[in-house]
């Protein structure tokens, strides 16, 4: 069982209808163009209560407290340590170690280690594999949960699986319309702890 994380800046109609179809699955809002923000993120707050779904904000305390989330999420580039509602759930990325210990010293229990696998997007980048993704995360396993973030994709996530990874997220895997095998896949393996 894994954890599995989405992110989402505005919930469109391909995103809702493989969303419907899941359960377990946790969602991280970063919308950091800031169009329609709090419209998008109230309208996404609302779907994950309905739905009963994980809900993080990034970077915002302010609008987490407001919509009453589950917690907060701190990107690789968000060195400050300013979090002061305790009852929040803190993860955060990293792509590296010195990162790691950063977010584990702004208080993250579940960091996302990116990329293990090539990436083809906007910000293409080579992927570290999962030796090294397999090092770190049992270098870090006291600590917090080192879950796997880049290139995840249908072909390659049960490497994910064997690689014991306590979690995934994406920022593509949810954006094109999942076959019903994924979606029954993904349901068997989500877990929400």
């Known amino acids: ?9 505005e919930l469109n ?3 809702k209808e493989n969303l ?3 359960k377990n699955i946790n969602i991280i809002y970063r919308n950091y163009k800031k169009e329609n923000y ?10 994950c209560k309905k739905k009963r779904f994980k809900f993080y904000i990034s970077n915002d305390e302010k609008l987490a407290v407001r919509l009453n989330c589950n917690g907060i999420y701190l990107p690789s ?12 759930n803190i993860i955060g990325s990293a792509h590296n170690e010195v990162e790691i210990r950063k ?15 090539d990436t083809f997007s906007e910000y293409s980048k080579r992927g570290i594999g999962l ?8 270098s870090f396993y006291n600590k917090a949960k080192i879950h796997a973030l880049g290139g995840i994709n249908e072909k390659n996530i049960n490497k994910i699986i064997v690689s014991n990874s306590p979690g995934f ?11 019903k095998k994924l979606i029954s896949f993904l349901k068997l393996i989500a877990t929400d702890n």
């Not at 069982?1 to 800046?9: D, G, P, Q, S, T």
């Not at 580039?77 to 929040?88: A, G």
């Not at 994406?170 to 094109?176: C, M, T, V």
């Open 169 to 179: 997220s994406s920022i593509s895997f949810i954006e094109k319309q999942l076959n």
């Open 77 to 88: 580039f968000n060195t400050k340590k300013y979090f002061s509602n305790t009852r929040f």
């Open 13 to 15: 109609d391909t995103q």
């Open 103 to 117: 977010k584990i010293s702004q208080g993250c229990k579940e960091i996302f280690l990116s990329p293990i696998f």
């Open 131 to 138: 030796n090294f993704y397999r090092k770190i995360k049992s």
């Open 38 to 47: 709090e419209k998008n993120a109230a309208i996404l707050s609302r779907y």
């Open 1 to 9: 069982m894994l954890k599995i994380y989405f992110y989402i800046n």
């Open 20 to 22: 419907n179809q899941l």
